[in-house]
């Protein structure tokens, strides 16, 4: 029997308009295809991509979520953290401090960061990825990629998201060249956060794109000589739009003159706003607010049955407001200030679109990001 290795590459934010502004990896990665983004942020979009689901099945879409009796964050209405100077507790590395300590506390597993959600807020919500969605049952009820691994008794190796890029590169590199694995999961995310900051300069991001196809060539030219059969494939889960303007929707609903909590909850996303309502006058008023925009419209029903975020009990939200592509929202509760570039905008946008290209030919084209975990599913289950 050959010796068979699939690899699956996982690169954060290699949207397809940078593939082909760039060619990215044209000649040696000739089956290529645009994937349509699910709905959100990477949040959703990688259990999406592990599971195959969307994220009204496997529960996933942005982290926060309204949910006061069971929030996990009610030590904040003691800590009066709000009241102390905010140019020390609302720094990123004071924040990044307080995630780690609550995350250890709490035994969360999974990514956490509280980002700039205000302290006093804390206690309404809850947080959705408590767990490694990585791991062994991280998706439970729903079967993961680990999952179908586990019961498949093929040899693996998935990267710890966790780890630096270099580290996972460096790993995965080995274990082929140790002939030791039949299939693998490379997971690499600083591409994302390098586009975050550098979208709007296609020069700069030509140079980095070369960092990658020079680590996808010697992965090629590793599998190949080690293995009879070897599939690589590149995968990502959204591109990177830039900024064209902002709104400031926070002070839009705070003018209104209601109470949070009492008359109303809402997370202010980067691109979107999600709200609850307590009761009948607080909808009537920020749903006027939201009606009036300019440069963002209300989800219909239909579009989130389609994007599946229809969540029966509107765990995420009863109304959604997304943003035109490049407006972000700020201030917000990821971030103070916007960023110059952003995703989480339509998945119809051009630049949300993300990618898949291989150096063999997919048994079925992905149109979607959740159209991966299918194709790596029928990896798995080929002999």
């Not at 890029?165 to 600083?190: C, P, R, S």
């Not at 590149?234 to 900024?243: A, E, K, N, V």
């Not at 909590?261 to 009948?280: C, I, Q």
């Not at 389609?306 to 009863?318: L, R, S």
Request: aromatic share 14%.
């Amino acid at each position: 029997m050959k010796k068979k290795l699939t690899i699956f590459m996982f690169i954060d934010a290699l949207g397809w308009e940078i593939i082909n502004k760039h060619k990215f990896c044209k000649k040696s990665l000739p089956f290529r295809y645009p994937a349509k983004m699910q709905l959100g942020y990477s949040s959703t979009a990688i259990p999406t991509i592990l599971s195959g689901k969307k994220p009204v099945e496997h529960k996933h879409f942005s982290f926060y979520y309204y949910d006061p009796i069971k929030s996990p964050f009610k030590i904040f209405k003691y800590l009066m953290l709000q009241y102390l100077p905010g140019r020390i507790f609302n720094r990123w590395r004071v924040r990044h401090l307080l995630s780690k300590i609550i995350k250890k506390i709490y035994g969360f597993t999974g990514y956490f960061e509280l980002y700039s959600m205000p302290y006093d807020r804390l206690p309404f919500f809850n947080y959705c990825e408590k767990t490694d969605i990585f791991a062994k049952n991280g998706l439970s009820p729903v079967k993961n990629l680990c999952d179908v691994l586990e019961e498949s008794n093929k040899k693996y190796l998935i990267s710890d998201w966790r780890k630096p890029q270099e580290f996972n590169i460096e790993q995965m590199t080995n274990a082929i060249k140790e002939k030791n694995i039949e299939f693998g999961f490379l997971y690499t995310a600083n591409f994302d956060g390098f586009l975050h900051d550098n979208i709007k300069n296609p020069e700069i991001i030509g140079k980095e794109a070369k960092k990658y196809e020079k680590v996808i060539e010697e992965l090629l030219e590793a599998g190949n000589e080690n293995y009879e059969d070897f599939t690589l494939t590149i995968i990502s889960d959204h591109g990177m739009t830039p900024l064209s303007g902002t709104l400031d929707l926070k002070a839009q609903i705070n003018a209104l003159g209601l109470k949070f909590g009492k008359d109303y909850a809402a997370v202010f996303d980067s691109t979107m706003g999600r709200f609850w309502f307590l009761n009948p006058t607080a909808r009537e008023k920020i749903m006027e607010v939201l009606n009036s925009q300019t440069d963002a419209e209300v989800l219909t029903q239909a579009q989130k049955e389609e994007y599946g975020v229809n969540f029966e009990d509107n765990m995420f939200g009863e109304e959604i407001l997304l943003t035109s592509p490049g407006v972000q929202i700020a201030p917000c509760d990821m971030g103070i200030d916007p960023l110059p570039g952003m995703h989480g905008f339509s998945p119809e946008d051009k630049d949300s679109y993300a990618s898949y290209l291989s150096n063999k030919e997919a048994t079925t084209p992905p149109e979607w990001v959740g159209d991966f975990f299918n194709l790596m599913l029928t990896a798995i289950q080929t002999p």
